[in-house]
């Protein structure tokens, strides 16, 4: 597939069918993610691919109780929200896998250098790391496109990490900071409306 068909192709999938993702496709996906750009190439990351139903609906549990220990606030739509967004926090324990990003510190130059601490350099320079795993879960989505797959990029599950994380992770010295749901989509979806060009781009020439 091209590469713009790809990119334009991609939408968030949240429905999947009960077929099974072959582990080297997983495999796959995973290298083109680790293929991205990361802060000084530190690589800082680690996926894991959860295909075991059952830990999948062991963490899906777990998500569902932390949003539901969530204290409500006085909007009388308060209790839907909060299963609204149980269900797009959740719905990845119907898909046949889901790729758990995780990410550990890297080592900035600039620390070696100066009085600034790790955690003062991440903030001002926007969170490199962070930036880092997204560039990562982007290939991934495309990777996903591209090999007949549809995926969900989720950032809500990790609301419960440090509860999930016993739950699947092996290296304390990473941090889940995202999710993505992955298997092959249940139905045709069109790819959502996006702003034209015209209105988010600006040339300073
Ligand atoms: C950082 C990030 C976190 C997201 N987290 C979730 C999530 O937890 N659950 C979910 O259903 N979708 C999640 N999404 C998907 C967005 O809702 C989706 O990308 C957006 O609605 C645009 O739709 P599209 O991906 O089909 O273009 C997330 C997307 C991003 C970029």
Not at 120 to 142: M, T
Request: proline share 5%; with cysteine.
């Amino acid at each position: 597939m091209e590469f713009k068909q790809a990119v334009e192709k991609r939408t968030s999938i949240r429905q999947f069918t009960s077929e099974n993702i072959p582990v080297e496709d997983l495999k796959e996906m995973v290298r083109l993610g680790g293929s991205a750009p990361s802060v000084n190439n530190s690589q800082p990351w680690k996926f894991y691919a959860i295909t075991n139903q059952d830990i999948l609906q062991k963490m899906a549990d777990v998500v569902a109780k932390k949003i539901g220990s969530l204290p409500e606030n006085q909007s009388r739509v308060s209790n839907h929200i909060k299963k609204q967004t149980e269900w797009f926090a959740t719905f990845f324990k119907d898909a046949p896998s889901l790729i758990a990003v995780t990410m550990s510190n890297y080592e900035s130059v600039l620390e070696k250098g100066v009085t600034l601490d790790h955690n003062k350099i991440n903030e001002v320079r926007k969170h490199p790391d962070i930036q880092s795993a997204g560039a990562a879960v982007q290939n991934i989505l495309l990777a996903a496109v591209d090999m007949g797959y549809g995926a969900c990029w989720m950032s809500a599950p990790t609301m419960a990490s440090k509860e999930l994380d016993e739950i699947f992770k092996t290296d304390s010295n990473y941090e889940t900071v995202a999710f993505i749901a992955v298997g092959k989509p249940k139905q045709e979806k069109m790819p959502k409306a996006k702003k034209p060009v015209d209105e988010i781009f600006k040339l300073i020439n």
